[in-house]
């Protein structure tokens, strides 16, 4: 994906491992990045369109701060090793209060959660929730209140389901579904290329759409 555009994005969970490659790949494209990192010493790119802003997701003047004179966020978010308790749907809170203050309306989440209640599920991706509901209840509760705040907002959101993400090669593109799971996995750069062409698609805004990549 290339771009000439000027758009500024801002970027939550860009040290992770499906947030990286999207780093890379939205530098790659023109776009100006700005990250939102709690240990920025670790984070080895530099690059002269990447700004980085060292605080925590749940502190509303560093989120304020990443997100202002920026055109739209991208959030790879998960829960943080080591943390007690999910954090999504207070980051979600936050970065939404934020938006809204600032105008910024264009905001793609990427999420674990596959029942919103808005879609008749095939027995297979219904089966894959169980699962999740059954080993992680703690993480797919929150989950699901992100979900509410984020729906239950002003914002042009999209909030994009995936399976497995693996580090393998790129496969040349993604499927896309709203009410089944098309794969088993997705790779970071096949979700990375999918979630920018997000900031000029508007197919999907105001729905959750499950993706995976080409098989």
């Not at 936050?94 to 203050?101: A, G, L, N, R």
Request: proline fraction near 4%; hydrophobic fraction near 40%; charge should be negative.
């Amino acid at each position: 994906m290339t771009t000439d555009n000027q758009l500024t994005i801002a970027i939550l969970g860009g040290a992770g491992k499906a947030g990286s490659p999207l780093v890379q790949q939205a530098l790659a494209a023109g776009y100006a990045v700005r990250l939102l990192l709690r240990h920025p010493q670790a984070f080895n790119l530099a690059h002269e369109r990447l700004e980085i802003v060292h605080g925590d997701v749940r502190d509303r003047a560093c989120v304020h701060q990443l997100l202002e004179g920026t055109d739209a966020l991208l959030s790879t978010l998960g829960h943080t090793k080591g943390e007690p308790t999910p954090m999504m749907t207070v980051a979600t809170q936050t970065f939404v209060t934020s938006m809204e203050e600032l105008g910024i309306r264009r905001c793609v989440v990427v999420t674990s959660l596959f029942v919103t209640g808005r879609e008749a599920l095939d027995q297979k991706t219904q089966e894959a929730a169980d699962y999740m509901q059954q080993h992680f209840p703690l993480f797919m509760d929150n989950r699901r209140l992100e979900f509410e705040v984020l729906s239950g907002s002003s914002l042009d959101w999209t909030y994009v389901r995936v399976p497995l993400i693996t580090q393998d090669p790129a496969r040349g593109g993604v499927e896309v579904s709203l009410n089944h799971l098309p794969g088993q996995l997705i790779t970071a750069v096949d979700l990375a290329d999918f979630l920018l062409t997000q900031l000029t698609d508007q197919h999907y805004i105001g729905q959750a759409p499950f993706v995976a990549s080409k098989r």
